[in-house]
Structures are given as C-alpha cells and as structure tokens.
C-alpha cells in the first residue's frame, strides 16, 4: 500500500493518525453553531472537519408508514419518520461554502459524506479533497463508482459490509478510477458498545484488500479510538459537537471538544509509542544502566579474606560484576585489601 495524501496531510504508518470531526447533524440547523463546531474542532486539534451532503427527498420518501418510520424503541431517534429525521439532521447545501471556507481559514481539511450523485456534482463544484462513503452506502455501486471517477482520495467506512460486499466495492472504486482508498472499520450502532467494535478487524482489513485503514468510531471516550492506532488505524473518526447536553440527532455519541482534544494527544502518542522491534538498552536508557544490581563488597575485607554471604551482596547501583557471578564467587580468596562499597571487578579477586 501506498502513503495518501490529503491536502497537507499524508495518511501513513509513518505519520500520525489523521483525526476526523464528524459533524453530522450537530448543528441543530444553525450556521452559527456550525460554524462555532467547526472553531471548537480546530481548537481541540482536530485535522479534518467533515459534513453530510444530502436532502431529505434524496434519502427517502416522505411517508410516516411501514418501513419509513421508526417504530423500534431502543433506537435514539423512536418515533420518527425517516423523512422528518432527515430533514432535522441535513446540512442545508448552501452552508458548506461558509464552513469550508471557515475550516480553510483554521487550517482544517475540509470534506463530506455525499448519498447521491446530485451531492457528488454539487461537491465537486466546492473542489473538496476527497470524499467519505457511509456505511449505509458501501455497498451504492453506482455512487461508489461515481465517487471514484472524481480521481479523489476515498475513505470508505466498512460497518455491516460481508467480505464479499467489500471486495466488490473495493472493485467497483479501483475501477472506476480511485488510486487512493482508505477503509474504516466501523460499528454501525449508535453509540457502539467496545465489546461490539471488533478492532482487530482493522489489521485484516489492510491485508486483505492492500489499502490504509482506520476506525469510524461511535464509541464513548478515547478507549477504542487509541487502541485502534496499536492495531494500524492511521485515520479516526468521530461525531463531534459542542456539548452532548444542547441536544441533537447525533449529541448522544459525539465527542466533546476537551474528549477530542484528548483524542488527538493520546492517539499520536499511540503512533509514537508503536516505534520498532527493540530490545537491550536505547540511546535514552543507556544512562540508566548505572541503576541496575551489580555486586559490591559490602565489609572492608584484607587480602587472603573470602567472599560470603555476609560481605558480598547484589546491590545497585550497577558498576561491579552482574548479579550472574554471585554464586561462582562465594568462596573465592581476594588478593588485595578492600573496603566495604567497593565494585566487585575481576581485578581484586
């Protein structure tokens, strides 16, 4: 697999996890608090901001019967019609300028999720860097491939998608034009519980398939978002808003700013921590060698005196012979006279 670039950020095993805001519905249709979203998330350090392009026409039918209303009580938005659900959550296509315009300003990658063609057209006329694709819609091949024909990076999330299902939508993106793709993992239940993430998905992921992989996180906290980064997520995303507590159709699993702020400390330190294969001392231990046990004599002893328990012990700092020698040395003569803390070497025995 290949580095990604996006914009001034390289997707890698070699740099640092690139950390995604998902904004999603957490504007409460306001501009203003979007636009304070996208302030908090650069802030809090975010790299990426990123929104949802669609309409409640081009995601369903406005009816409030059978399947397109939500009827299941352990769902956070019950008693809803899909239709109105939509309607609450969109952004309004004429506030992406303005948002992108202010991640810009910040110094944030700005980019959307589009579900159908029309977002896709409409996306391309604001030259976003590249694109997401939802779980709901991994396996849209016609919006896979029109997506792909753009020649832009593609970021996929994986949740819910059969191996089969992912290797025709990895198919359909290659052939369709993309050369830069990057798979999620991703739990598809809001929030996701840890026990459900199933990270070690994320390795299989990126040999399976030869591409860069991360984590489209719907869990609570930083847990599952770092850990992902020991297992080769070098892309995280997750839902971010202002304060759970104002409310929204996604508030009950997003990520607060000091929450995100953390996320972005903690997994680039994840990244560092992972370094090389490494044993025996690095440059930074070498001095802390000294506080190792080695043996010293511990009473003043004369020559023709021999070693025992009682004057020679395995003690630090480390400077004598190492502790190994301890036994071979109970009993042996010393040849010159020496005082109690002196490092045992092979010169006084």
Not at 83 to 110: M, V
Not at 259 to 279: F, N, P, T
Not at 312 to 337: E, H, M, S, T
Request: charged residues 20%; negative net charge.
């Amino acid at each position: 697999m290949h580095p990604i670039q996006i914009q001034n950020r390289i997707v890698s095993p070699q740099h640092p996890p690139l950390v995604i805001a998902e904004m999603s519905g957490n504007h409460n249709q306001s501009l203003d608090r979007a636009l304070a979203i996208v302030e908090a998330a650069a802030k809090a350090g975010a790299h990426a901001l990123k929104l949802q392009t669609y309409t409640a026409d081009t995601m369903t039918l406005d009816l409030e019967e059978g399947e397109f209303f939500i009827d299941d009580p352990n769902s956070l938005w019950h008693g809803q019609s899909l239709h109105k659900l939509y309607q609450q959550a969109y952004t309004p296509w004429e506030w992406h300028e303005p948002i992108f315009e202010k991640c810009r300003e910040l110094g944030l990658i700005a980019f959307s999720t589009p579900f159908d063609a029309t977002a896709v057209d409409f996306l391309e006329s604001l030259d976003v860097p590249c694109y997401k694709i939802a779980s709901f819609e991994n396996t849209d091949i016609p919006l896979i491939r029109k997506v792909a024909s753009t020649g832009k990076p593609m970021i996929i999330s994986t949740g819910m998608a059969t191996v089969a299902e992912l290797d025709e939508t990895v198919r359909a993106a290659r052939e369709a034009g993309c050369t830069d793709l990057i798979l999620l993992k991703c739990t598809s239940t809001y929030p996701a519980t840890p026990e459900n993430s199933n990270l070690l998905t994320i390795p299989h992921l990126r040999e399976l398939f030869d591409v860069q992989v991360g984590l489209s996180d719907h869990t609570m906290g930083v847990g599952a978002a770092v850990a992902s980064v020991a297992l080769g997520a070098r892309v995280i995303e997750k839902h971010f808003t202002l304060s759970r507590a104002d409310g929204g159709v996604d508030s009950t699993f997003s990520m607060e700013p000091e929450e995100m702020r953390q996320l972005v400390i903690e997994s680039k330190r994840a990244w560092q921590a992972l370094g090389k294969v490494q044993y025996g001392a690095t440059k930074a231990e070498e001095e802390s060698k000294v506080f190792r046990r080695s043996l010293y004599v511990v009473q003043d002893m004369k020559v023709g005196d021999v070693f025992t328990p009682e004057n020679l012990r395995a003690i630090r700092p480390g400077y004598g012979l190492p502790p190994k020698y301890y036994d071979r040395l109970l009993g042996k003569f010393v040849n010159v006279n020496i005082k109690a803390g002196t490092p045992l070497t092979w010169e006084i025995l």
